[in-house]
């Protein structure tokens, strides 16, 4: 069965430099989710988009952007790159209806910011 | 506030021996969800269960099982004889319906080592 598929898988970037994350969901699902999460820490919520538009938005910091696209693949941008955003990236996706059917999550990217 | 509470940071079982890890969590809305995902070393979050708030049957998946129970806002689950590669980080997490916000609140997670 086809899963949500994540690139780069690892990525390196110096202080400064930017940095683009995709994500291609499941095919027929409509909402992408995208998570953080630090070294030690649990994922922390960055933002959602239902049908291409922002759901939701968590903590995510200004420097950071994304967007959902017409084939529905998600990409977050990000720029003005810290050491503090060395993180994993997730991006998950679900479908939308009367009935949750849960999340799928990606592999992740690993970003290491130096 | 924390709304969900994985109160165990890090436990050591010797292989073959059964634990379990906590969970407790906080909501408001009647409809939600619980989730437990592991995560070994490689770093992939892997699905184990989810549950609705609706259905407070247990459930059994080999060795592992899952004890819910909505008086006590607790979702716990239980690996008998552990192995090995039973060692990771577990994550229970919530969504809420209530909302209009679907996102996913993890737990601080439970780093499981087992010993062989």
């Known amino acids: 069965a086809a899963g949500v598929i994540q690139s780069p898988r690892h990525l390196i970037k110096e202080k400064r430099e930017t940095a683009t994350l995709k994500c291609y969901p499941i095919?027929?699902?409509?909402?992408v989710y995208w998570y953080q999460q630090g070294p030690g820490q649990d994922p922390q919520f960055l933002i959602s988009?239902?049908?291409?538009?922002?759901?939701d938005k968590g903590s995510i910091p200004d420097r950071f952007s994304a967007q959902q696209f017409s084939d529905y693949h998600s990409e977050l941008n990000m720029s003005s790159l810290e050491l503090g955003d060395s993180a994993l990236y997730f991006c998950?996706?679900?479908?939308?209806?009367?009935?949750?059917?849960?999340?799928?999550f990606g592999s992740g990217t690993r970003l290491t910011v130096v | 506030a924390q709304k969900v509470t994985q109160a165990q940071t890090e436990i050591s079982v010797v292989e073959k021996e059964d634990v379990t890890l906590d969970c407790v969590y906080e909501?408001?809305?009647?409809?939600?969800?619980l989730f437990w995902y592991k995560q070994p070393p490689s770093g992939e979050l892997v699905f184990l269960i989810r549950?609705?708030?609706?259905?407070?049957q247990n459930e059994i998946s080999g060795r592992y099982s899952w004890n819910f129970q909505k008086s006590t806002s607790s979702f716990n689950f239980t690996i008998t004889a552990s192995q090995v590669v039973d060692s990771a980080v577990y994550f229970c997490?919530?969504?809420?319906?209530?909302?209009?916000?679907?996102?996913?609140?993890f737990g601080k997670g439970t780093k499981l080592s087992v010993i062989p």
């Open positions: 998950a996706s679900s479908i939308s209806g009367t009935i949750f059917e849960g999340y799928t």
């Open positions: 095919p027929r699902h409509d909402t």
């Open positions: 988009f239902y049908e291409k538009m922002q759901s």
């Open positions: 909501t408001r809305d009647t409809t939600y969800y």
């Open positions: 549950r609705n708030s609706f259905d407070e």
């Open positions: 997490a919530l969504r809420e319906e209530g909302a209009g916000s679907y996102q996913l609140t």
